[in-house]
Nanobody, 120 residues
Framework: QVQLAESGGGLVQPGGSLRLSCTTS????????VGWYRQAPGMQREMVAT??????????NYAASVSGRFTISRDDAKNTVYLEMDSLKPEDTAVYFC???????????WGQGTQVHVTV
């Protein structure tokens, strides 16, 4: 059974930083693309950042709204994906979800989410 467990969310002031982690189990991690999505109240879930497998180059892709401020990374030895978030803004407030998947196989797995709240 695939399990994804996010951690690292919390309350932070504008301009601050947070690091989200997502530890996975029950799956061959290095064969999967990974990513982070977020959902603000009343809004649809949106892609924040994704990364391909290291065997295909570990290519990162970012939403325009976070490019240059957020960094996605993966540690295949630890079955973990990270999201370093810097220069946080109030509009970054959302529940952040970890994603693991292989789109060409129509396989997707999601974590339960971790809340990030950016406020003065």
């Amino acid at each position: 059974q695939v399990q994804l467990a996010e951690s690292g969310g919390g309350l932070v002031q504008p301009g601050g930083s947070l690091r989200l982690s997502c530890t996975t189990s029950g799956i061959i991690f290095n064969r999967n693309n990974v990513g982070w999505y977020r959902q603000a109240p009343g809004m649809q879930r949106e892609m924040v950042a994704t990364m391909t497998t290291l065997s295909t180059g570990g290519i990162a892709n970012y939403a325009a709204s976070v490019s240059g401020r957020f960094t996605i990374s993966r540690d295949d030895a630890k079955n973990t994906v990270y999201l370093e978030m810097d220069s946080l803004k109030p509009e970054d407030t959302a529940v952040y979800f970890c994603w693991l998947g292989r789109p060409h196989l129509n396989f997707n797995s999601w974590g339960q989410g971790t809340q990030v709240h950016v406020t003065v």
